[in-house]
């Protein structure tokens, strides 16, 4: 009889220690940012790598802001200054495509508690004088940017396709390397966004400059 009372006893601990078993499971899933394996802790860990960043993805929006805003500054020239309806109409593209990216890059920089290029001062005026060329491939210089606003009718066409392709090649490279390096997926769709549009913009100014590839020059036989 004490045989069958103490097998008793013993299924009775086995049957307790599996419910808190399960308990302590349950507790663990909903609560590990880790390695967790509930449902709960895999979704949070998906949803905190899918907004996570690095200083890629903080160097490509602090770079591409003042790159996009030389841009703008580029196509808002042309409206008064360009004889050529393709170039006006282009000039107007890019603008459209580009201002609304700057205030996207602004707001994950805010977000992620950096330092938002100042408009028209700071880091734009670094980048005109050369000494940040090497990281900002494609920015123009003062001597181009006056020429381009001093220039009008088919130089200024020729002019600003020469120097918009030569821009635009600058924003891929950037790109790339955000599409290499980079972790927030935004930033990286961006990336890819600006490498497919950009790349396609290049190869129609080559063809108002008619041209097949290449970049610099200014002996484009149409503006």
């Known amino acids: 009889m004490s045989s069958i009372r103490t097998l008793t006893r013993r ?3 086995v049957v307790a220690a599996v419910g808190a078993g399960f308990v302590l499971a349950a507790c663990g899933g909903g609560s590990g940012d880790d390695n967790g394996s509930g449902h709960g802790a895999h979704a949070s860990a998906s949803a905190s790598t899918a907004g996570a960043h690095n200083a890629q993805d903080v160097s490509f929006a602090q770079g591409m802001i003042p790159h996009h805003r030389q841009a703008l500054e580029m196509a808002r020239l042309a409206d008064g200054r360009a004889s050529s309806a393709a170039v006006k109409d282009l000039a107007a593209r890019i603008e459209k495509a580009q201002d609304p990216e700057i205030k996207t890059m602004s707001g994950w920089l805010k977000a992620w508690g950096e330092d ?4 028209g001062g700071g880091m734009d005026g670094m980048e005109h004088s050369g000494s940040g060329h090497a990281g900002m491939p ?3 210089g003062e001597a ?3 020429e381009l606003e001093n220039s009008s009718g088919k130089a200024f066409d020729t002019k600003f396709l020469a120097l918009m392709v030569e821009h635009h090649q600058g924003a891929v490279e950037m790109a790339g390397v955000e599409k290499d390096k980079g972790r927030y997926g935004p930033a990286k769709t961006m990336a ?3 490498v497919t549009a950009q790349n396609a913009e290049i190869g129609e100014m080559n063809k108002l400059l008619g041209k097949g590839s290449g ?3 200014q002996s484009g036989s149409k503006g």
Do not use: F, K, R
Request: glycine residues 10%.
């Open 215 to 217: 970049a610099s020059g």
């Open 138 to 140: 494609g920015m123009m």
């Open 192 to 194: 890819d966004d600006i």
């Open 116 to 119: 938002v290029p100042a408009a």
């Open 11 to 13: 299924a009775a601990l």
């Open 144 to 146: 181009d940017m006056t």
